[in-house]
């Protein structure tokens, strides 16, 4: 089913976790102004997936990124701009791994098949329908061969499941409330990735910067 197609805001600021689909990498950085950003190394995270949106993004360096979010999931609004892609945000929650809460957006197809993959799941889980939400790790990346070279998509796989933590507010969004339907056409080609061989693990580095002490359930900390 998915929860948008993929391509070929006013309110309170939140600090981002990025991933770089060129290197296979995830990035974020604390709180503090002007603060550096450090490498994710374990990227495992509660993921707000009922509290999720789409929306047009303009991703432009050295600036916030311009919004135009949707009213749901599948009711797009105008493209503000030609430069504006289709893409998603959403709430992820880890006090070891991320430091608290950090907005997570994307406009990359790789990101965003990964992310409706992640959504497939959540939707059919039984978890789900009790409230619960997942635990996600990225367990590696895999190779997408495209027009513009190789970009790494990651592979994420819900490996525990929580009650919702006081940190990520209540569902204010609807995630599952209407049917998935593609954008307006004036919005970029869908994107279709080629096969890909199997995942590809993420090296692993020393983080630079010592995190709070972590979550833990079932044996999978976050």
């Given at each position: 089913?998915?929860?948008?197609?993929?391509p070929g805001g006013d309110g309170e600021f939140t600090v981002y976790v990025k991933y770089n689909a060129k290197a296979g990498r995830w990035y974020t950085k604390d709180d503090a102004p002007n603060?550096?950003?450090?490498?994710?190394?374990?990227m495992t995270a509660v993921f707000d997936i009922p509290n999720l949106k789409t929306g047009w993004f303009l991703f432009q360096a050295g600036s916030a990124p311009d919004k135009a979010i949707n009213a749901s999931l599948s009711a797009w609004?105008?493209?503000p701009s030609d430069a504006h892609k289709r893409g998603f945000q959403i709430n992820l929650f880890s006090d070891k791994n991320l430091l608290g809460v950090r907005e997570f957006a994307s406009t990359a197809g790789?990101?965003?098949?990964?992310?409706?993959?992640?959504?497939?799941?959540?939707?059919?889980?039984?978890?789900?329908?009790?409230?619960?939400?997942?635990?996600?790790?990225?367990?590696?990346?895999?190779?997408?061969?495209?027009?513009h070279g190789v970009n790494?998509?990651?592979?994420?796989?819900?490996v525990a499941w929580v009650d919702r933590p006081a940190?990520?507010?209540?569902?204010?969004a609807k995630a599952t409330a209407d049917p998935v339907t593609q954008a307006p056409a004036t919005g970029p080609a869908a994107y279709a990735p080629p096969p890909v061989p199997a995942p590809v693990q993420?090296?692993?580095?020393?983080?630079?910067?010592?995190?709070?002490?972590?979550?833990?359930?079932a044996g999978v900390e976050f």
């Open positions: 089913m998915a929860f948008m197609e993929a603060a550096a950003e450090f490498e994710v190394v374990n609004g105008p493209k790789s990101v965003i098949e990964a992310m409706n993959g992640l959504y497939d799941a959540w939707l059919a889980a039984p978890e789900a329908a009790q409230g619960k939400l997942p635990v996600v790790r990225c367990a590696g990346v895999l190779p997408v061969t495209g027009k790494y998509a990651p592979v994420l796989e819900i940190q990520l507010g209540e569902v204010t993420v090296p692993v580095q020393a983080p630079v910067q010592a995190p709070p002490p972590a979550m833990a359930h």
